[in-house]
């Protein structure tokens, strides 16, 4: 019953925008946790970034000042802001949520998962 959607993925050049979209169907996002994850061909899955259910963000360094995460619990939304992106951004982008185990962008603290949506950055 409970469904992740992810979206807004798309081809951006060095340097652009992208925003991604996350519907959570099922239950309310009060008590919950989302986060970003990635992974590119060949790698590892990594976290990004999440919010807490009181609204605290964790980023990973090598995004740290350059992706922003909000969410909209009404909406039951979560929002992905991404600028300055790079080459090395491009992956595949999972939402993922879970009951609130504290700030983590650890996957296995996350319980329900969207089927990604491509991040490709390239001149």
């Known amino acids: 019953q409970v469904q992740v959607v992810e979206s807004g993925g798309g081809l951006v050049q060095p340097g652009g925008s992208l925003r991604l979209s996350c519907v959570i169907s099922?239950?309310?996002?009060?008590?919950?946790?989302i986060g970003w994850f990635r992974q590119a061909p060949g790698k590892e899955r990594e976290g990004v970034i999440c919010i807490s259910s009181d609204g605290s963000t964790y980023s990973r360094d090598s995004v740290k000042g350059r992706f922003t995460i909000s969410r909209d619990n009404a909406k039951n939304t979560v929002y992905l802001q991404m600028n300055s992106l790079k080459p090395e951004d491009t992956a595949l982008y999972y939402c993922?949520?879970?009951?609130?185990?504290?700030?983590?962008?650890?996957?296995?603290?996350?319980?329900?998962w969207g089927q990604g949506t491509q991040v490709t950055v390239s001149s």
């Open positions: 099922g239950f309310p996002l009060d008590y919950y946790a």
């Open positions: 993922a949520t879970g009951i609130d185990r504290g700030l983590s962008v650890v996957a296995d603290h996350y319980d329900y």
